[in-house]
């Protein structure tokens, strides 16, 4: 990591070109996964998309499609609960959920011609919801017909009328009165009859009561044309728009996005909301959706991966940037067959391991999806930390989890330097329970074995002790610098009175150690030849007592 102190860069930016200058931005990327309410949207709609992951591919489609559609309900459900508490961006989320519940009626859904319009009335009221409050408000005052609302529900509100074969000939009826002139003595009764025949100027004339195209669209298609087929819509809807809006001002990015999905272009819809969105949240979620649908597979990029799984990737990768929705970035590579894994090897190195317990949790990540470069990678890292902190234990047990041998040898020194220096050990539970860990280096078992030698001289098993010493020395795993101290305690089991047949091997033992350890007092000035010469005399003792028992014994 390289740090950039951009306190020092602003303070120079400010001397360069004056402190009002406004010619310099800093970019973030991804600036909305730092939004609280959205953090919401992002951990809520994680546990939608792996449910998703876990619906069956061998099931007919005809029942995945309920679960499909029950699935799309839930992600609208969370943009409607982000909405009601994040109030700045919540035209972004209205747009969103607007396109996401079309999406849901013409592609996941798959309405047929017959009940299409039922669902684009539920789509247009569930986004123009000031109708059915207006008509709630006039039912509920004393005198509904005498109320100043009245005629402007009956212009504007939808019942879902139930359309049958009568329909043409009611509407034939109706326009023959119109054209008779038979409501001519009554204004407001000619003006719902207008509407109810889906007379084009008559609602232009009240278009503030639609607000947009596109309710003005369902609103004709409710009274002109119920039997609409879905192959229709892209007709009528560029008409609409084009009668709604002023000649002089251009569609904006909505308008284009909804035209796309009433012509059915899925490709197109995903693409401009990819563009006109700060973020991949929601073309991430909608491709997979529609891809477990079947209705993507056609769309392969030229790059060797899938729409889907470049938009999860895209998403996913913005998410590792964020101290906590990381977690989430991983289930979200897990279900990207072709480039999941290399994302998550990438970026999982990335992670600052702030504590331990971010370590561990990052640890077993990587543990479970079998990346054993990364696990060691991130072992090392801590065992170096710990290190430096002069955390013996933890450091051990970290290098051990690498199964790092050489970092291992260094700590078994560092713990075998601490024992000359204070005559204890540290962390003795982690030395005592290391198991068939210690076999990882020489040094490390030389420290189990020997901090068990002085566990045995502690309970008075001087016999087990002395066998255990003399293991040591034969197996010349012991550092050089501490050849010194495993003469310097063999001293008391020489001493001892009783001598076990142990002794005479371990004096034999000895009296080797003692000889190299003459030769190198002549070339290392720190060697005390004074304990030498005490080992010498106590080597000699120890095996005149020998032989004399022997002696005695064979006697």
Not at 25 to 42: A, G, M, N, Q, T
Request: charged share 25%; glycine share 2%.
């Amino acid at each position: 990591y390289n740090y950039f102190n951009w306190d020092c860069l602003l303070q120079f930016v400010k001397c360069a070109t004056g402190s009002g200058s406004s010619l310099i931005h800093v970019v973030r990327k991804d600036e909305d996964i730092y939004s609280p309410i959205l953090r919401k949207l992002f951990n809520e709609s994680h546990h939608i998309f792996v449910g998703l992951q876990t619906i069956r591919e061998d099931l007919p489609s005809k029942n995945k499609k309920p679960q499909f559609v029950s699935i799309s309900k839930s992600y609208r459900s969370v943009i409607r609960a982000c909405m009601e508490e994040l109030q700045q961006v919540v035209s972004i989320l209205l747009a969103i959920e607007l396109i996401w519940n079309l999406c849901e009626v013409l592609f996941i859904d798959a309405v047929p011609a017959g009940s299409l319009l039922l669902h684009l009335l539920d789509w247009v009221r569930l986004h123009k919801a000031d109708v059915d409050e207006k008509a709630r408000e006039v039912l509920q005052s004393e005198s509904p017909v005498e109320h100043h609302g009245y005629w402007d529900v009956p212009g504007s509100i939808h019942t879902l009328t139930e359309f049958d074969v009568k329909w043409r000939h009611w509407h034939e009826e109706v326009d023959r009165c119109l054209q008779d002139k038979s409501f001519a003595s009554n204004v407001h009764l000619e003006l719902i009859c207008k509407i109810l025949v889906g007379d084009e100027d008559t609602l232009l004339e009240h278009k503030e009561l639609l607000s947009t195209w596109y309710h003005f669209l369902v609103t004709r298609l409710l009274f002109a044309h119920p039997t609409i087929k879905p192959t229709e819509l892209h007709y009528y809807a560029q008409s609409c728009m084009a009668m709604f809006l002023d000649s002089r001002s251009a569609p904006e990015t909505l308008d284009s996005i909804l035209l796309a999905a009433f012509d059915f272009d899925i490709h197109q819809v995903i693409k401009d909301c990819s563009i006109a969105l700060n973020n991949w949240w929601f073309v991430a979620h909608l491709t997979d959706l529609l891809d477990h649908c079947k209705l993507l597979q056609s769309h392969n990029l030229h790059f060797g991966s899938n729409l889907r799984e470049f938009l999860l990737l895209e998403y996913a990768s913005g998410l590792f940037n964020h101290h906590s929705l990381w977690q989430l970035a991983v289930d979200y590579f897990d279900h990207c067959p072709e480039f999941g894994r290399v994302y998550l090897e990438l970026h999982i190195e990335r992670v600052p391991l702030d504590t331990e317990r971010k370590a561990l949790k990052v640890l077993r990540i990587c543990e479970q999806r079998q990346m054993p470069e990364q696990v060691r990678s991130i072992c090392k890292i801590m065992a170096k930390r710990a290190l430096r902190n002069n955390r013996l234990g933890s450091a051990l047990s970290w290098s051990i989890r690498a199964k790092d041998a050489a970092f291992a040898t260094l700590i078994s020194e560092r713990f075998l330097q601490d024992y000359c220096t204070r005559g204890t050990f540290s962390d003795l539970d982690l030395i005592d329970n290391l198991g068939p860990a210690m076999l990882l280096s020489d040094r490390l078992t030389f420290l189990v074995k020997y901090h068990e030698f002085h566990k045995l001289y502690g309970e008075k098993c001087f016999t087990e002790a002395a066998k255990l010493l003399l293991s040591l020395i034969t197996a010349k795993i012991a550092p050089r610098s501490f050849w010194m101290t495993l003469l310097t305690d063999a001293l008391p089991l020489l001493e001892q009175k009783e001598v076990s047949q142990t002794h005479p091997h371990l004096s034999l033992g000895l009296y080797d150690l003692t000889v190299i350890c003459v030769f190198w007092s002549f070339q290392e000035e720190d060697i005390e030849l004074t304990k030498v010469e005490l080992l010498r005399l106590a080597l000699a003792r120890n095996l005149a007592k020998a032989i004399v028992k022997e002696g005695t014994v064979d006697a």
